[in-house]
């Protein structure tokens, strides 16, 4: 059964940097997509941005330039280093992989595999 397990969330002020951990496991076959969302109450779950197993990565407008996202396969680890936060990425960050998915896809319906998210505040 495959476990993902989200550490690093907390509470910054405006302009402050978090790094968010993503600890994977129970699994025995390549997890192709990996990524990170983000939800607020009452609104849809939204992708931060996704790492695909050719390399190549995906950020949602509004993080690009902020948002650094990484994966150790050794440890078998996700990151998401997060800098210059803003009140507006308050959120609940959660986060997902799947064997198989579309390319380049950052819908959160095409990833199976989901952790139960760790809280982001940023306060102004």
């Known amino acids: 059964q495959v476990q993902l397990v989200e550490s690093g969330g907390g509470s910054v002020q405006a302009g402050g940097s978090l790094r968010l951990i993503c600890a994977i496991s129970?699994?025995?076959?390549?997890?192709?997509?990996m990524g990170w969302f983000r939800q607020v109450p009452g609104k849809e779950r939204e992708g931060v941005a996704t790492?695909?197993?050719?390399?190549?990565?995906r950020y949602a407008d509004s993080v690009k330039g902020r948002f650094a996202i990484s994966k150790d396969n050794a440890k078998n680890t996700l990151y998401l280093q997060m800098t210059s936060l803003k009140p507006e990425d308050t959120a609940m960050y959660y986060c997902?992989?799947?064997?198989?998915?579309?390319?380049?896809?950052?819908?959160?319906?095409?990833?199976?595999?989901w952790g139960r998210g760790t809280q982001v505040t940023v306060s102004s």
């Open positions: 997902a992989a799947a064997a198989y998915c579309p390319a380049g896809t950052m819908r959160a319906p095409a990833f199976r595999y």
């Open positions: 790492i695909f197993g050719d390399g190549s990565i």
């Open positions: 129970g699994y025995n076959y390549n997890l192709y997509c």
